[in-house]
């Protein structure tokens, strides 16, 4: 099932979503959802996005809203750069093919994507490339690159005209945007020795008849034939998985055991 059309199944069963915080949504007909695609893992800290959006509002209070020169990149390379324990540059791309393809040139053995809170992720301070998604909602169609420093300031001179093709199709954001990543990523670094196994383990007892959990990722156990339905299903026990079969769903972080009582007292059984 496409994004939009699961979009749509949520509109005709509840109406609107009037409002979205942490990892609920709330909708026209009064119903709370819980929220287990969480945007693909971008709302993962919360659909609220915490001070990331004040920052973002700040921002366009002040008029930076222009194609100026507004700062340059060493505010968002530097929480990057933490983030991953190493020295980074950081480019930014509409497409998750293009910041692979990038990501492979500047270093074709040592290019991984990240998901936070992955136990059986590589150590990424020594991974050269890293492809990953903003921790923030709003930001469905962007993909930061993560190159180490040495990478790039390394490359021969022939390579480094090739490598201008790469940058020249990274996308320069909005200061605003940019603004309301690096905020993002900052609490991101803030909440990962906050969560752990301990936070998700507890809802296994409902979960993992359906997935295998790997931290707080969600892997459907659920034949692929058998997926949509099961989606639908959710949806009628008041939650939202991840359209997607091959995109993890998320543990809901800080939710209530009792949000999944509808899906325990009416398990899903495939038809035959």
Same mark, same amino acid.
């Given at each position: 099932m496409n994004k939009n059309q699961y979009y749509q199944? @949520?509109?005709? #069963?509840?109406?609107?979503?009037?409002?979205?915080?942490?990892?609920?949504?709330? *909708?026209?007909?009064? +119903?709370?959802? *819980?929220?287990?695609?969480?945007?693909?893992? #971008? $709302? +993962?800290?919360?659909?609220d996005g915490k001070s990331a959006f004040t920052f973002i509002k700040n921002t366009i209070n002040r008029g930076q809203t222009g194609s100026f020169i507004c700062q340059d990149k060493s505010r968002a390379e530097k929480a990057?750069? /933490?983030?991953?324990?190493?020295?980074?540059?950081?480019?930014?791309?509409?497409?998750? !093919?293009?910041?692979?393809? $990038?990501?492979?040139?500047?270093?074709a053995e040592s290019t991984s994507f990240y998901k936070p809170w992955l136990k059986e992720s590589p150590d990424f301070s020594q991974v050269d490339s890293i492809i990953f998604a903003p921790p923030l909602p709003w930001t469905d169609s962007i993909f930061i690159l993560a190159v180490k420093s040495d990478c790039i300031n390394q490359l021969s001179s022939e390579k480094k005209l090739f490598a201008e093709q790469f940058i020249n199709k990274s996308v320069k954001l909005p200061f605003a945007m940019e603004c309301g990543i690096t905020r993002a990523l900052y609490n991101l670094i803030a909440e990962l020795p906050l969560r752990e196994e301990k936070n998700w383990f507890l809802y296994d007892?409902?979960?993992? !008849?359906?997935? *295998?959990?790997?931290?707080?990722?969600? %892997?459907?156990? +659920?034949?692929?034939?058998?997926?949509?339905?099961? @989606?639908?299903?959710?949806?009628?026990? /008041?939650? *939202? @998985?991840? &359209?997607? %079969?091959?995109?993890?769903?998320?543990? &809901?972080f800080g939710a209530d055991r009792g949000v999944f009582t509808k899906l325990k007292n009416n398990p899903f059984e495939p038809k035959i």
């Open positions: 199944e @949520i509109y005709n #069963r509840f109406g609107c979503v009037t409002r979205a915080r942490n990892c609920f949504l709330y *909708t026209k007909k009064g +119903i709370r959802l *819980t929220d287990l695609y969480q945007e693909n893992g #971008r $709302a +993962i800290l919360g659909w990057v750069s /933490e983030l991953f324990k190493s020295d980074r540059k950081v480019m930014y791309f509409y497409d998750q !093919k293009d910041a692979l393809l $990038a990501g492979t040139f500047f270093s007892t409902v979960l993992t !008849k359906y997935w *295998t959990r790997k931290g707080p990722y969600l %892997y459907p156990k +659920i034949e692929q034939k058998d997926y949509d339905a099961f @989606i639908l299903h959710c949806l009628d026990c /008041e939650l *939202t @998985i991840s &359209p997607d %079969y091959n995109t993890p769903s998320i543990v &809901p």
